[in-house]
T-cell receptor, first 115, second 116 residues
Framework: AQSVTQLDSHVSVSEGTPVLLRCNYS??????LFWYVQHPNKGLQLLLK??????LVKGINGFEAEFKKSETSFHLTKPSAHMSDAAEYFCVVSDRGSGTYKYIFGTGTRLKVLA | GAGVSQSPRYKVAKRGQDVALRCDPISGHVSLFWYQQALGQGPEFLTYFQNEAQLDKSGLPSDRFFAERPEGSVSTLKIQRTQQEDSAVYLC??????????????FGPGTRLTVL
């Protein structure tokens, strides 16, 4: 079965400093991985997804993630944090179910951005 | 364009009451998913529809949970005889096909259910 582990439940950074949110995956085959962001009282929004076309994936709002098979990791980074980045971030792997690919979510990382 | 919508946004129920949660997916999306998100946790898969067919209900926690999508568009998640442990945010997502590993799911804002 597929799974993801988010290594930090909370991360605090100062505005303008780099962001690193860590995610490790477990998969018996080449995984499809996603990062979603959840702002309070809003739906989950896709930041980026890994489709095996390139190991470095660029997403929206300046976020990017690098797929590292040797480390089974898919960490999310951003060079400079903005106040608006404060939210909950979920690493996701898709897992084959009955007739579909359902999402398996990590437990989430809450990002706090300090002024 | 319009995204996935859910109603009500908030629902308070007394223990033992039945509730119905509605999801309007993006028009033309074949696949529809329901997830349950407990406080402080990541969402967990409940069930999946391809058009009107419920192909996977492996995540439904008990036979008190029932979902339907009779015309292949709007879906309703029904919980009978609610219990306190049912308190959670219920998320609906839709996908254009849902049959590929890299297919994107688009999420609604969720319904927060509180059972007293």
């Amino acid at each position: 079965a597929q799974s993801v582990t988010q290594l930090d439940s909370h991360v605090s950074v100062s505005e303008g400093t780099p962001v690193l949110l860590r995610c490790n995956y477990s998969s018996s085959y080449s995984p499809s991985l996603f990062w979603y962001v959840q702002h309070p009282n809003k739906g989950l929004q896709l930041l980026l997804k890994y489709t095996s076309a390139a190991t470095l994936v660029k997403g929206i709002n300046g976020f990017e993630a690098e797929f590292k098979k040797s480390e089974t990791s898919f960490h999310l980074t951003k060079p400079s944090a903005h106040m608006s980045d404060a939210a909950e971030y979920f690493c996701v792997v898709s897992d084959r179910g009955s007739g579909t690919y359902k999402y398996i979510f990590g437990t989430g990382t809450r990002l706090k951005v300090l002024a | 364009g319009a995204g996935v919508s859910q109603s009500p946004r908030y629902k308070v129920a007394k223990r033992g009451q039945d509730v119905a949660l509605r999801c309007d997916p993006i028009s033309g999306h074949v696949s529809l998913f329901w997830y349950q998100q407990a406080l402080g946790q990541g969402p967990e898969f409940l069930t999946y529809f391809q058009n009107e067919a419920q192909l996977d209900k492996s995540g439904l926690p008990s036979d008190r949970f029932f979902a339907e999508r009779p015309e292949g568009s709007v879906s309703t998640l029904k919980i009978q005889r609610t219990q306190q442990e049912d308190s959670a945010v219920y998320l609906c997502a839709s996908s254009l096909t849902g049959t590929g590993p890299t297919d994107t799911q688009y999420f609604g804002p969720g319904t927060r259910l509180t059972v007293l």
